[in-house]
């Protein structure tokens, strides 16, 4: 399967915990995004990485979530001190990056998280 | 600020009949609007990407229209299939960046009854 691939695709964990979610990108694909969906909601940008060069934070990633992406291939998403609104399904996109008008984002399963 | 609207929330129809999905944006200023198909739980497809200098787009028994001035974009099923059931959501990056983070509407949950 040469698609986006994520894990793990459940977590539960105890409010406080830190957790880390990883993703592998379609190989070639330069780009690589995370986002956020909570239920009955479309899913929300949390940071956009260029190679391995981060480019973009959303306001909704606090200073407990950092990402990173190094050697421009998988990447990883951690959360530190997880509480109960951080449940969520944690969504990995990955783009070729090329020419914006035509940038197709490829989803990922999504890694769904629990924070009881 | 982009804001993506899509009506009805919900859709229910008998299978074989057409249908159109409705997505709302408010900054005209767009390189593309994408298409997705989400199924419970699941992560998103991409069923069609418009570019802005597009008016529609074909794949299958779908088709994406896109009218950049009023802000609208249809999603048209024809002969909907049970297995059409799932949300469908519309995106579209940021007004006149590159950035390509999408913003997206709330979905349509599309349910088609046997």
């Known amino acids: 399967d040469t698609g986006v691939s994520q894990d793990p695709r459940h977590k539960i964990t105890k409010r406080g915990q830190n957790v880390t979610f990883r993703c592998d990108p379609i190989s070639e694909h330069n780009r690589l995004y995370w986002y956020r969906q909570t239920l009955g909601q479309g899913p929300e940008f949390l940071t956009y990485f260029q190679n391995e060069a981060q480019l973009e934070k959303s306001r909704l990633l606090s200073d407990r979530f950092s990402a990173e992406r190094p050697k421009g291939s998988f990447s990883t998403l951690e959360i530190q001190r997880t509480e109960q609104g951080d449940s969520a399904m944690y969504l990995c996109?990955?783009?070729?990056?090329?020419?914006?008008?035509?940038?197709?984002?490829?989803f990922g399963p999504g890694t769904r998280l629990t924070v009881l | 600020k982009q804001e993506v609207t899509q009506i009805p929330a919900a859709l229910s129809v008998p299978e074989g009949e057409n249908l159109v999905l409705n997505c709302s944006f408010t900054d005209s200023a767009i390189y593309n609007l994408q298409w997705f198909r989400q199924d419970p739980g699941k992560g998103l497809t991409s069923l069609l990407l418009i570019q802005s200098s597009q008016r529609e787009q074909t794949s299958g028994r779908l088709n994406a229209s896109l009218d950049k001035s009023s802000g609208r974009s249809t999603l048209y099923i024809a002969a909907s299939q049970p297995g059409d059931s799932a949300t469908y959501l519309c995106?579209?990056?940021?007004?006149?960046?590159?950035?390509?983070?999408?913003?997206f509407g709330k979905g349509t949950k599309l349910s088609v009854k046997p």
């Open positions: 996109a990955s783009s070729l990056g090329a020419d914006p008008s035509t940038d197709t984002q490829y």
């Open positions: 995106a579209v990056p940021p007004p006149g960046g590159s950035q390509g983070n999408l913003i």
